[in-house]
């Protein structure tokens, strides 16, 4: 029985630790590739399609794009909101200033490197209880 719970604690160790790496890593890539978001004050316009938001870049552009339904959840009846927009690109924005895929992701693998060095901790314990 002590050889079956060794070889578990061992497997939750090593897939802990190397699943969480490449997580990690797979993160960070997503992270430097998300670029750079600046806050921006947009303006809530109803249009024939839907509303939409429009603000100016820091080029002094106009830039707009459609609310989803979720967006329009959040946002409500508010006539101005503050979002965030691409540097260096037109008419792309979102809600939140980092991407919710990133902050998936690197939660993830921050709960796989946990488990890790939870398996790794009780795996010392039980060689020291043993001896």
Known sequence: MDAAIDAVVEIFTWVGFGAG??????????YLLDGTWVPVRAVVEPTEHGKVVRWF????GVNEAPLTHEQLHIIGDAGMYDIYSRRGWHNRMRLTHHSPLVRAISLLAAGLLALGLVALIVSYVLLFSRG
Not at 57 to 60: A, F, I, L, M, P
């Open 21 to 30: 790496a490449l997580l990690a890593g797979i993160a960070l890539v997503a």
């Open 57 to 60: 870049d820091e080029d002094g």
